[in-house]
Each structure stands twice: as structure tokens, then as C-alpha cells.
């Protein structure tokens, strides 16, 4: 509908006007203030957060960020460990979920049967309707055993005694650390790239598509050569939007990661991360300023996810635009 | 004419690891869902919803968590789900083309996926500090906090997709704006709507981040919400991070209704949404 359908009763029905135009205004007002509140939230949340942080920003300046030791008893707080323990464990959740996103978009939209294809995807997505607490319990009780007997053995092994990459898999094998958190974290974030993966893939003009085929590419080529440049914006924002959920995913992290404030080269050591030393340490945070600094680490977390996902969803907008969406 | 070998590799290699990936994703969510089925049915039985949570040693059930998480996500779909449904109408009908719509409509994909362990620590800064101590009405808050955008989400698409004839049909009748949109919108968006917020519930179920510093927990029967409130998710938590084995049994059955109680939820709404569609 266009703007002027839109707005066209407010212009030219007076008889309209006049009989209902109390209740049309308080309807739009309160329409509006709610509207209003989901600002009202965002901005709350921001300040609340920036006003509780307050203390632990100004004791400790720019070493509350820089700082490594979290020492509770003698009340020095630095956030290195977690903030690296964060950044770390979104990474390997990324360099598994992004490529498995793209194969799984790449088979509902081209390969699997069409009959298949709602059933498969729902059951992707379900792995996102799961609540994160059950991630949790089956990465402590399961899936960290099963690394500690048969995946981290083998990477000490195989990977540990390499030059370069050697000291990221040397360690105990104890299951407990931020590889096995990075890959729960990557299973959590495969169904939110793979479903905007999909409706993308699925966007790209079918005449671009047929176009290519036509000159000759194998399904391959085309989706080098044709569907990912043509998607490559909202592929980019669909990486944000994955890497904005895993930088501030909670339960399942604080299950896995051991909280350990010790910073270690090893991905097989355990160590710590934002939203994982809030959960553990918030209620036990007896003093001001140790309080203080659990906010202010959420503060922290809170700016750096909404400018990820910020980006995220200017990314996903300018494909739509490309496609002629308004929204 | 044929395509040479290198190429033809590359096309087999590429589909083996799509179809590859997609059995990757599938693994996982098998194994997730048959650990917790499999564990929780053992420790499944009636006193789960007939006792309180026990102290260390001793047997017990669930039952104020269950009564306490069934208050919050009722209250919380209460305050959330009108204002939600309101903002989305804004979105899509009200303010539409205004700037106002514009921003809302951003911020509140942002909100969508804000980390809930942020709203639980703004709960706590603005209910659980000014009033001095944890509470069932703050866990309930927290939960309408992250119900609300979900549910402005679901209600803007849905409304939007209403076709506009059925705008137009309902200003020539004459009728004001606000009876178009309760009358005839509204009634044709209802299913899409409830969807949203039935989805809406399913996620609050499991939400165990904002109500650590909220609702906390609470050990015994308490029916009031202006204190400690025993939950599910909470409960899960507490109860699978400690080292009795009569906890871990718990928290596996903790586990498997609450699992049950979502994926029935997801599942039955996406096929009655399909069959909607048809």
C-alpha cells in the first residue's frame, strides 16, 4: 500500500472524523507509547547498566579492561581473562557455524529432495528453540567427557607437537575449557546463520541463476559466481548475527568453561568469559565495588553485541533494499 | 558436451559437504534431545510433581519450581504480550512511514537477540536494588522484558501481511482507523499473532539467565511473589552444578519437561501456522 492509501480516511472522511476521533487518537497514542517502550527498554538497559558500572570504571580506568587479575579478596579487577575467554570461544563457534550454515543452506535450497525440505529445515531450527540451560547439562554431563576421552587425547597428540598452532592444543585433557565451549557455542549459533542463509539463497532471481547454468556452470559455480556475491551483504550480517548471539550466550558457557580466571594459551584449558563470571559471581558479590565491576563487565558486553548486531542488521537491510523490500 | 574433471570434482566435493553439514546439524540436535529424553525418563517419576525441592541427601520433587516458573511466565506474558502487540500495531499500521516506527522497528531486532543476561542484571539495578530484596515480580518482569520484542516482532510481519483491500474495504465502510485495525486486522492476523506469542512462551520457559538475579530461587513452598521464587530453569542450574547424585537426578527430570514442554510447544505451533498458510 502506498502512503497516500494510508492515510487517506484521516483526510477525507470528516463525518468519520468527528464521530470516532477520540477513540482513534487515544488507540494511536497508546499504540505509540508502547512503541515508545521498546526505546525505553533499550535506553534503560544501556544507562542502568553505564550507572552501575560507574564505580569500577572510574577506581580502575582503562585496566578494568587491560587489567588480567580478577582478584576478589584484595579488590583488583581486571577483565582481560573474560573479555579474552569471550572473543575466543565466538571464534570457534564461528569457524564452525558459518561454513556448516552455508552447506545446510546450500542443501535445503538445491539438493535435498523437495519434499524434505520443511521438515529438515524445521529440525534445524529447533536446535535454537532449545533452551540454553539444556545445552548446559548435556555439554557438562556428555559432551565434555566425550572431549576429554576421545577428542582432546587426540589433539595432543596430533596437533600439540606442531610449531605454530602446537600450544593452542596442548593441555590437560580434561573437557572443561573453552574448545568445548566454542563448539557448543557453534551448534547454538548454526540454526540463526543457516535459516538467514537460506531465505537469502532462496531470494536470489531465478533468471541470474538460469542465466549462469545456461553458459555452462556446474551448481557449484553457480553458487560461487552467481549466489554468494549476489547474497554476499546479508551473508556478512547473518556471521554478525550469529557472532552477537555467541558473544552473549550465558547458561551453556557457564556450564563448560570451567570459571577460571587464569589466562591460557591452550583452547583445552579452562578459562572464563562475560556472561559466564556474571552468572557464577553475582550473587556472591558481597562487596560495592565488586558488584560494580560484574555490571560494568555487562555493560561492556551489552555495547560491543549492539554494535554487532547493529551491523548485522544494516547488512541484512541493504540486500533488501537490493531486492526491492521496504522492510 | 562434457565437463572437465577438475570441474566436475569441485561440484561433487561442494554438494558432499553441503549434504555433510546438514547431517552435522542433525547429529547434534539428535544427540541433545535423546540425552535429555533418555536421562530425564529415568529419573521421571510422580513424587517430581508432588514434593518440594529436597536439601542434599534427600528425595524430593519439583513442585514449587513448577508452580513458581508457571506464575512468572503467566505474569510476564501478561505484561509483556499487550504492550508487545501494541508496539507492533504501531509498527505496522499506526506509525507506518513515520521515523518513530523506523527506529523502534530497528532497536527492537537488536533487542531480539540483546544478551538475557543484560536484562536480568537491568531487572536487578531498577527492581531487585530499589526494593531491597529478590522477588518473583522481578523474574516476571525480566521474562516480559524478553518476551517483548519477539512479540512486537511476530505482530508487525503479521499484520503486514494483511492485505491491503482489507484496509481499504474497511475506510469505505467508514470506519475509523482504530476499529479497522481491532475489527478487521486483528481478526485476520490473530493466528499469526498467537503464534508469536506462543513462540514468545516457549523461549521465556527456558530462560535461566535473567532469573538468577531476579527471582533467585527458593528452596521451599512459597506462593508469593514478592519474595525469592523457586524456577525450573534455575533450579536445573543449581541443582546440575552440585555434586549430589540425588540433584542430578532431579535436574534431568527438571530437564526433560521442560525440553517436552518447548518442543511440543515449537512443533504444534509451526504445523498449526502451516496449516494456516495452505
Known sequence: MNATLAQTPDKTAPAVRRSGAGADRAFQLITAVSAWFVLLLLGGVALSMAWGGRLAFQTFGWHFVTGKDWDVVGAKFGAFVPIYGTLATSAIALIIAVPVSIGIALFLTDIAPRWSRGPIAIAIELLAAIPSIIYGMWGLFVFAPFMAAKVEPWLNDHLGNKPIIGPLFTGPPIGIGMLTAGIVLGIMVIPFVSSVAREVFSAVPTPLRESAVALGSTRWEVLKSVTLPYTRSAIIGAVFLGLGRALGETMAVTFVLGNAHDLSASLLMPSNSIAAAIANEFTEADTELYRSSLIALGFLLFVVTFIVLTIAKLMLMRLNRQLGRTH | ?278
Not at chain 2, 562434457?2 to 549434504?19: E, G, L, N, S, Y
Not at chain 2, 511473589?225 to 534455575?234: C, D, F, K, S
Open chain 2, 1 to 278: 558436451m562434457a565437463i572437465p574433471a577438475r570441474r566436475r570434482i569441485a561440484d561433487i566435493v561442494a554438494f558432499t559437504f553441503a549434504t555433510a553439514a546438514t547431517v552435522f546439524g542433525l547429529v547434534w540436535l539428535t544427540w541433545i534431545l535423546w540425552t535429555t529424553l533418555a536421562q530425564g525418563a529415568v529419573a521421571l517419576t510422580p513424587t517430581l510433581f508432588k514434593e518440594m525441592t529436597p536439601p542434599p541427601g534427600a528425595t524430593g520433587g519439583l513442585l514449587n519450581a513448577f508452580y513458581g516458573s508457571a506464575v512468572m511466565i503467566g505474569l510476564g506474558l501478561i505484561i509483556g504480550a499487550p504492550i508487545g502487540v501494541a508496539a507492533g500495531t504501531y509498527l505496522a499500521e499506526h506509525g507506518r512511514y513515520t521515523r518513530l516506527a523506523a527506529i523502534v522497528s530497528f532497536v527492537n531486532d537488536i533487542l531480539l537477540s540483546a544478551p538475557s543476561i543484560v536484562i536480568g542484571l537491568f531487572v536487578y539495578e531498577l527492581v531487585v536494588r530499589t526494593s531491597g530484596h529478590f522477588s518473583g515480580y522481578a523474574g516476571a518482569l525480566a521474562l516480559a522484558m524478553i518476551l517483548l520484542p519477539i512479540v512486537v516482532r511476530t505482530t508487525e510481519e503479521s499484520l503486514r501481511l494483511v492485505p491491503d483491500q482489507m484496509r481499504e474495504a474497511g475506510f469505505a465502510l467508514g470506519l475509523p482507523r482504530w476499529r479497522v485495525t481491532r475489527k478487521i486486522l486483528y481478526k485476520a492476523a490473530l493466528s499469526a499473532i498467537l503464534t508469536g506469542i506462543l513462540l514468545g512462551v516457549a523461549r521465556i520457559a527456558g530462560e535461566t539467565a535473567p532469573l538468577l538475579f531476579t527471582a533467585l530461587n527458593n528452596q521451599f513452598w512459597s506462593s508469593s511473589l514478592g519474595g525469592p521464587l523457586a524456577n525450573v530453569p534455575v533450579v536445573i542450574f543449581q541443582y546440575a552444578m552440585s555434586p549430589y547424585d540425588e540433584w542430578h537426578e532431579l535436574a534431568w527430570a527438571g530437564a526433560f519437561v521442560l525440553t517436552v514442554f518447548v518442543l511440543v510447544l515449537n512443533i504444534t505451533v509451526r504445523l498449526l501456522a502451516r496449516r494456516g498458510k495452505s
